[in-house]
C-alpha cells in the first residue's frame, strides 16, 4: 500500500511541478489562483503515506528501504519552503524542475 501512496504522492507532484513552472514562467500571472489549491491537493497524499509509515515495518531489508524512505520523506519535507520561494517568484523554472523531478525520482525509488 505504501507504494501505492508514493505513487499518488508522484502524481500530485507531478501536476505542482507543472504548474509551480507555468506560474514561474508567466511572472506569477497564469495559475496563480490553481497552484495553492494544487498545494492542498498535493497535501492530501502524503498525510496518508504519513499515516502508513508510522505503522510500517522495512521488514529484512530496513537499512536499504529505510534509507529510500528517509530520502523521500526528507524531499518531501522540504515542499513547504520550495512552494514559499515559487510564490515569490525566487525560483527559476529549471530549479523547479530539478526539486520536483529529485523529489519524484526519490519517491519512485522507495516505491521500486
Given at each position: 500500500?505504501?507504494?501505492?501512496?508514493?505513487?499518488?504522492?508522484?502524481?500530485?507532484?507531478?501536476?505542482?511541478?507543472?504548474?509551480?513552472?507555468?506560474?514561474?514562467?508567466?511572472?506569477?500571472?497564469?495559475?496563480?489562483?490553481?497552484?495553492?489549491?494544487?498545494?492542498?491537493?498535493?497535501?492530501n497524499?502524503?498525510?496518508?503515506?504519513?499515516?502508513?509509515?508510522?505503522?510500517?515495518?522495512?521488514?529484512?531489508?530496513?537499512?536499504?528501504?529505510?534509507?529510500?524512505?528517509?530520502?523521500?520523506?526528507?524531499?518531501?519535507?522540504?515542499?513547504?519552503l520550495?512552494?514559499?520561494?515559487?510564490?515569490?517568484?525566487?525560483?527559476?523554472?529549471?530549479?523547479?524542475?530539478?526539486?520536483?523531478?529529485?523529489?519524484?525520482?526519490?519517491?519512485?525509488?522507495?516505491?521500486?
Amino acid at each position: 500500500m505504501i507504494g501505492f501512496d508514493l505513487i499518488g504522492v508522484v502524481h500530485q507532484l507531478q501536476k505542482e511541478c507543472g504548474r509551480s513552472a507555468v506560474f514561474i514562467a508567466s511572472g506569477g500571472k497564469i495559475f496563480a489562483v490553481e497552484l495553492p489549491i494544487q498545494s492542498l491537493e498535493t497535501d492530501n497524499v502524503p498525510k496518508n503515506l504519513d499515516d502508513r509509515l508510522k505503522k510500517f515495518d522495512t521488514g529484512p531489508s530496513r537499512g536499504e528501504l529505510a534509507s529510500r524512505l528517509s530520502d523521500a520523506t526528507a524531499a518531501l519535507a522540504e515542499l513547504g519552503l520550495k512552494r514559499y520561494q515559487i510564490s515569490d517568484l525566487k525560483m527559476s523554472v529549471p530549479q523547479v524542475a530539478k526539486y520536483y523531478s529529485g523529489t519524484m525520482g526519490k519517491a519512485l525509488n522507495t516505491a521500486a
